[in-house]
């Protein structure tokens, strides 16, 4: 069965935000969406999405819950960035829930799965009276990934590549809660190096260099994920390489 997601980046147009160490709140919150949008379509079978947005407009906050009604969708996930003086990572159920209720439950792995990767302080499983909570038919949950006017966690917020691994973290979280299965790796395949010399990684990052492969070489390929808005394949190694066609070809 299709998982229906609906996506919500905070903010947006007219709505700048939380704003603080020269970053707006909304184009963060767009950056992470995207990033959760393309890892999912990417890597995972059988999921549907929908952004309230996808550039710098501003629905409403009744917009934003009547079209994720009007839809059907299965989960609510509300992306923001805090502000007003503290550091570290958030996320909020309606005030009304329980823990134990099937929303504090979804929220939980979600948590579990973003603090492991954000490098963020973690301030705790929270609940409130938000709109884009109240107003949902659907479980709902809102991440606020940490504060814009805090030094250390702005400077995060600075990397293309933190970005991604907290994308990630919310993937990891929906995953686990809705038992969302990845495309099959059954298609493995092999890619031969096209450029005289070519770094590969340890890890997903684009920071995480860790040697250097040369022309011809050729490798086996498990996985393609979407790194920071970019293509890198997974190799049967453990690292990861390029998946840039100028660099590296299928053979
Ligand atoms: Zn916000």
């Known amino acids: 069965m299709t998982f229906k997601l609906f996506l919500d980046p905070g903010h947006g147009g007219s709505d700048p935000g939380a704003e603080g160490n020269g970053l707006k709140e909304k184009n963060i919150t767009l950056e992470i969406s995207k990033n959760i949008h393309?890892?999912?379509?990417?890597?995972?079978?059988?999921?549907?999405?929908?952004?309230?947005?996808?550039g710098d407009?501003?629905?409403?906050?009744?917009?934003?819950?009547?079209?994720?009604?009007?839809?059907g969708a299965d989960f609510f996930l509300?992306?923001?960035?805090?502000?007003?003086?503290?550091?570290?990572?958030?996320d909020y159920i309606y005030i009304d829930l329980s823990n134990r209720s099937e929303t504090g439950q979804i929220r939980d792995d979600i948590h579990t799965a973003v603090i492991k990767v954000n490098d963020l302080?973690?301030?705790?499983?929270?609940?409130?009276?938000?709109?884009?909570?109240?107003?949902?038919?659907?479980?709902?949950?809102?991440?606020?990934n940490g504060f814009i006017d805090n030094a250390n966690d702005a400077a995060k917020m600075k990397d293309p590549s933190w970005i991604t691994e907290v994308a990630r973290g919310h993937v990891n979280g929906l995953e686990k809660a809705f038992g969302l299965k990845r495309k099959s790796t059954a298609g493995?395949?092999?890619i031969r190096?096209?450029?005289d010399s070519l770094w590969y990684?340890?890890?997903?990052?684009?920071?995480?260099k860790a040697?250097?492969?040369?022309?011809?070489?050729?490798?086996?390929v498990v996985d393609t994920l979407t790194v920071s808005g970019s293509k890198m394949y997974k190799l049967k190694s453990g690292n990861y390489i390029t998946a840039n066609p100028d660099y590296v070809e299928k053979v």
């Open 38 to 54: 393309d890892i999912l379509v990417d890597e995972y079978s059988d999921v549907s999405i929908k952004m309230s947005r996808t």
């Open 78 to 90: 509300s992306i923001h960035i805090n502000s007003g003086g503290g550091e570290g990572y958030e």
């Open 211 to 220: 040697g250097v492969v040369h022309k011809d070489e050729v490798f086996t």
């Open 201 to 208: 990684y340890n890890k997903p990052d684009w920071n995480a």
């Open 193 to 195: 190096v096209k450029a």
């Open 57 to 71: 407009t501003y629905p409403t906050l009744n917009q934003r819950t009547d079209e994720a009604n009007a839809w």
């Open 188 to 190: 493995t395949f092999l």
């Open 121 to 144: 302080n973690d301030r705790g499983e929270k609940k409130g009276d938000l709109d884009v909570l109240r107003d949902t038919t659907m479980p709902a949950v809102l991440t606020e």
